[in-house]
């Protein structure tokens, strides 16, 4: 494939910024990618293994003459990173992210980006429960969604080739407003870390009474769980403080559906429980049917794919 960017850098190497650059790398998408990260053990180690093809200590060198800069930062900081960026920007460039919620930091980087610059916002719907500079793997966005957020006045030559370079990565790409992809993430995503998240902890809190029979004969359905919660906490602390009220619609309707479940196992109503496991599980075939998870028990993270 060709170049489809002079100059891309990456700011923020963890699991997404290091995948993205072994697929641009793999596919030859890009003519030379810097990177930069704030920490100098994860500098270091990006150094080591060969992740980017230059490794700036001062992130306005990462993004000096860039054509395009990728925001790979915690959803809590992509303003902050915004506004030390923006000086070095060079007019034309596009700035994009690949942040789990899209209004919070459409509101928090939008303002700081100078004139003539795009800002195309963006997100991955693939990962795992890894991060850092060593997590990434070429194949992650493969047969992927990357969605496309563009904001008011997105210039279309600059989507169209972002478009080109997430395609090229493997990913199937769509365009979303702001807001409903905020919802429907809330629904497919943020609120079932959080079950996770709490179905693990109310496991450790067991396992002090049960001893370690939990960790022991951890049976599929606790395993896909601790797989999700092992999640960066950085991350998830900051997808729940910034998409607050969807994920606050989604566990108010959830926590209904618990009580009517509840209600039913209490009260021995075998019909309703049926039917609701009934309904669910064609959702299930539903989402292999599209190509989105395999019948493997790893919630389709690719588990198995990369330790
Ligand atoms: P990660 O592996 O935890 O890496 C985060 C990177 O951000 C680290 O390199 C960290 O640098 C850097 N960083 C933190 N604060 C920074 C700052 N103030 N300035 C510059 N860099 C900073 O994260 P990730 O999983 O790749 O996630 C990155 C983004 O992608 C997040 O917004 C997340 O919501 C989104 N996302 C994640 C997934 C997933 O499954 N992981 C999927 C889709 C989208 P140090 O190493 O120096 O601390």
């Known amino acids: ?11 923020g190497l963890g699991l ?6 072994w697929a641009m790398k793999r ?15 994860t500098r270091d180690t990006a150094r080591e293994i060969g992740l980017c093809d230059r490794i700036c200590d001062d992130i306005l060198d990462a993004v000096e003459g860039a ?9 809590g900081v992509m303003g902050t990173v915004a506004e030390q960026i923006a000086p070095a920007l060079k007019p034309g460039a596009t700035v994009t992210d690949v942040g789990s919620v899209k209004r919070a930091v459409i509101e928090s980087v939008g303002p700081h980006l100078p004139e003539g610059v795009h800002f195309v916002p963006g997100h991955p719907l693939a990962g795992t429960e890894h991060s850092g500079p060593r997590s990434g793997f070429a194949e992650l966005f493969e047969n992927r969604w990357h969605l496309l ?9 600059a989507v169209a080739r972002l478009r080109a370079l997430w395609e090229a990565m493997g990913a199937n790409v769509d365009e979303m407003e702001a807001d409903h992809h905020d919802l429907v993430l809330a629904v497919t995503s943020h609120a079932p870390h959080l079950i996770a998240y709490t179905m693990v902890g109310v496991a450790d809190d067991l396992r002090r009474v049960t001893d370690s029979e ?20 950085t991350m998830w602390r900051d997808v729940f403080l910034s998409n607050r009220e969807a994920t ?31 309904r669910t599980r064609a959702i299930r075939r539903s989402i292999i049917e599209a190509g989105q998870d395999t019948d493997a028990p790893d919630f389709g993270r690719g588990g198995g794919k990369k330790a």
Do not use: W
């Open 1 to 11: 494939m060709s170049v489809i960017y002079d100059r891309v850098a990456l700011i």
């Open 149 to 157: 957020v563009p904001v008011e006045n997105s210039d279309a030559g």
């Open 214 to 233: 939990v960790i022991k004969y951890s049976a599929a359905g606790f395993r896909d769980f601790t797989r999700i919660a092992a999640s960066d906490p």
């Open 67 to 75: 054509d395009l800069v990728v925001l790979c930062v915690p959803v």
């Open 27 to 41: 596919d030859g998408l890009a003519g030379e990618v810097t990177g930069y990260a704030p920490s100098a053990a």
């Open 248 to 278: 606050l619609e989604i566990l108010g309707r959830f926590t209904e559906e618990l009580f009517v479940l509840q209600r039913a196992i209490r009260e021995g109503d075998g019909e309703h429980l049926h039917d609701y496991f009934t």
């Open 16 to 21: 997404i910024a290091s995948s993205m650059f």
